[in-house]
């Protein structure tokens, strides 16, 4: 059973950067890809980064290029999130998924998830 453990989700200032962390842990092995989504109150849960194990292989939606920074520790089954020049409407909960291959960037296609981390971005 694969687990996923989110932290460093917080409150900072518009322009700001965060980190967050993902930890998995339980046959990750059969799971190459990791996902970071985002869900706003009322909102759908969005995509927003992506990257294979085996070669970091990277994804982003055009929204948060340049932005965010998605990687990846395979010593220690960790993702991270690299967050910068945030905004206001970046404000949600951050979660963390993995599936077994790369299907797009419905979350749908993710089939194990964490409890999500709150960031929240101040004006």
């Known amino acids: 059973q694969v687990r996923l453990v989110e932290s460093g989700g917080g409150l900072v200032q518009a322009g700001g950067s965060l980190s967050l962390s993902c930890l998995a842990s339980?046959?990750?092995?059969?799971?190459?890809?990791m996902g970071w989504f985002r869900q706003a109150p009322g909102k759908e849960r969005d995509f927003v980064a992506a990257i294979k194990w085996s070669d970091g292989t990277t994804y982003y939606p055009d929204s948060v290029k340049g932005r965010f920074t998605i990687s990846r520790d395979n010593d220690k089954n960790t993702v991270f999130l690299q967050m910068s020049s945030l905004k206001p409407e970046d404000t949600a909960v951050y979660y963390c998924a993995s599936n077994s291959v790369y299907k797009g960037m419905k979350a749908s296609a993710y089939d194990y998830w964490g409890q999500g981390t709150q960031v929240t971005v101040s004006s």
């Open positions: 339980g046959g990750i092995f059969s799971r190459n890809v």
